[in-house]
């Protein structure tokens, strides 16, 4: 009993020791990841501030002593690139470390790669930061500081237009356009922003910034870069409006990003009719939800961007107009339902995308023609607010939306949407 007692006793102590020692490996590990973090967050506070003081040297001060000439011209690059940019905020934030494998590399010393977040604001025209996610690699150098090694050892990163050349800015009234283009071009583009703003506002009201911002890329592959996407699923598109669904935050300014090759094959009514377009999408964005059905948010959109042109519909549809005429007798079966979200997936010219928007252009057209303009806005306001508690499928909001706003459901709004198309598109010219 004895001896069981002591042999006891013996493994218990032998037990906590072990168990202590794995702890005091873990503290340790724990402060070392922390030091590393620190380190990090100073080199990259560092570096915000001189990017916001625009000084190069600063910048180069935050590499590491081994850096590839190729780093350090980019930081250069930079700060040249943002020269005219007016910058409110600049600043990181670190999101993870041992974010991806480093691969080796010789001669390098401790190193740690990092995701970081980038969040900036354009003066006069950002509330709320914009974010940008970084893949940096940073080293130990031998004063301990944690400095800045490579930034392309990963993929994945956002990229954003000063990363692809010096950037030239053009302020109007209501818009700042950031472009790689020519300064005639940037011009023209910010003196159709500043006609679209008014526009939208009198259809949505004051409740958004009234502001936008334009993003002129010079060639498409700079387009599908900052998009992070395929050029060519886009071909047909001359710009987006991209930002964050929802969130009912009006101060975030959405940008449009505008593809130069189907910009520049655009006439003069095509271009207006684009950037009001777009600039709808900036002045709904917090009400728009994933369950906003995309022929609601391109047809309001449209609907908006083709007021006040005296375009009658055959001339605002005119791929649409064919196909009805083609299917003669069959033409109600165009028009069996609404368009579907995936009806809006593609990018490239073809009369199918183009139908979808006319569809939803047409659909628009019959709220605010039967019902008045304040019921197309009061739709779109329902169906953002009957999704939010998450209780309906998006087929149940979107009828029970037009219940509360037009008195009919989904089926009944199709049937007077249906005859209506087929009232303005085969009568006789």
């Given at each position: 009993m004895l001896l069981y007692a002591g042999g006891a006793v013996a493994a218990g102590v032998a037990g906590t020791t072990a168990w202590q020692a794995w702890a005091d490996a873990r503290d340790d590990e724990r402060v070392a990841r922390q030091a590393r973090a620190d380190g990090v967050l100073r080199t990259l506070s560092q570096r915000a501030a001189a990017v916001l003081a625009r000084d190069p040297r600063a910048l180069t001060s935050t590499l590491a002593r081994n850096a590839p000439a190729d780093l350090v011209r980019r930081q250069h690059e930079l700060i040249a690139n943002l020269a005219e940019v007016p910058l409110a905020q600049w600043s990181y934030r670190l999101l993870a470390l041992d974010a991806f494998p480093l691969p080796p590399a010789v001669g390098a010393g401790d190193r740690v790669a990092v995701a970081v977040e980038l969040d900036y604001r354009l003066t006069g025209f950002d509330e709320q930061a914009l974010t940008a996610i970084q893949n940096l690699t940073f080293e130990r150098g031998g004063d301990g500081r944690w400095l800045l090694s490579a930034d392309q050892d990963h993929p994945g990163g956002d990229v954003l237009l000063w990363d692809l050349g010096p950037v030239r800015v053009v302020r109007g009234r209501y818009s700042l356009v950031l472009g790689l283009r020519d300064q005639a071009t940037l011009a023209a583009l910010g003196a159709e922003a500043d006609q679209a703003v008014p526009t939208v506002s009198g259809v949505w009201g004051s409740g958004w910034g009234q502001r936008t911002v334009l993003i002129a890329p010079q060639t498409a592959?700079?387009?599908?870069?900052?998009?992070?996407?395929?050029?060519?699923?886009?071909?047909?598109?001359?710009?987006?409006?991209?930002?964050?669904?929802?969130?009912?935050?009006?101060?975030?300014?959405?940008?449009?990003?505008?593809?130069?090759?189907?910009?520049?094959?655009?006439?003069?009514?095509?271009?207006?009719?684009?950037?009001?377009?777009?600039?709808?999408?900036?002045?709904?964005?917090?009400?728009?939800?994933?369950?906003?059905?995309?022929?609601?948010?391109?047809?309001?959109?449209?609907?908006?961007?083709?007021?006040?042109?005296?375009?009658?519909?055959?001339?605002?549809?005119?791929?649409?107009?064919?196909?009805?005429?083609?299917?003669?007798?069959?033409?109600?079966?165009?028009?069996?339902?609404?368009?579907?979200?995936?009806?809006?997936?593609?990018?490239?010219?073809?009369?199918?995308?183009?139908?979808?928007?006319?569809?939803?252009?047409?659909?628009?057209?019959?709220?605010?023609?039967?019902?008045?303009?304040?019921?197309?806005?009061?739709?779109?306001?329902?169906?953002?607010?009957?999704?939010?508690?998450?209780?309906?499928?998006?087929?149940?909001?979107?009828?029970?939306?037009?219940?509360?706003?037009?008195?009919?459901?989904?089926?009944?709004?199709?049937?007077?949407?249906r005859s209506d198309v087929l009232a303005a598109l085969q009568k006789a010219p």
């Open positions: 592959d700079q387009f599908g870069t900052l998009l992070g996407a395929d050029p060519s699923a886009f071909s047909g598109i001359a710009a987006v409006c991209t930002g964050e669904l929802g969130s009912a935050d009006a101060r975030r300014t959405d940008r449009i990003t505008v593809n130069p090759g189907a910009w520049d094959s655009l006439n003069a009514l095509g271009r207006r009719v684009v950037v009001t377009h777009e600039t709808t999408h900036v002045a709904t964005r917090a009400q728009t939800e994933q369950w906003t059905p995309r022929w609601l948010s391109e047809g309001v959109a449209d609907w908006t961007g083709y007021l006040g042109t005296g375009r009658s519909p055959r001339q605002t549809t005119p791929e649409l107009t064919a196909a009805v005429a083609a299917a003669g007798a069959r033409a109600a079966d165009l028009l069996a339902a609404l368009p579907g979200d995936a009806d809006f997936d593609s990018g490239t010219p073809g009369s199918g995308l183009q139908q979808a928007y006319q569809k939803a252009w047409f659909a628009c057209r019959s709220v605010a023609l039967r019902y008045g303009q304040p019921k197309l806005v009061a739709l779109y306001a329902a169906v953002a607010a009957d999704g939010r508690d998450g209780r309906l499928a998006p087929d149940a909001v979107l009828d029970r939306a037009l219940r509360t706003t037009l008195g009919l459901g989904t089926a009944a709004f199709t049937a007077q949407w």
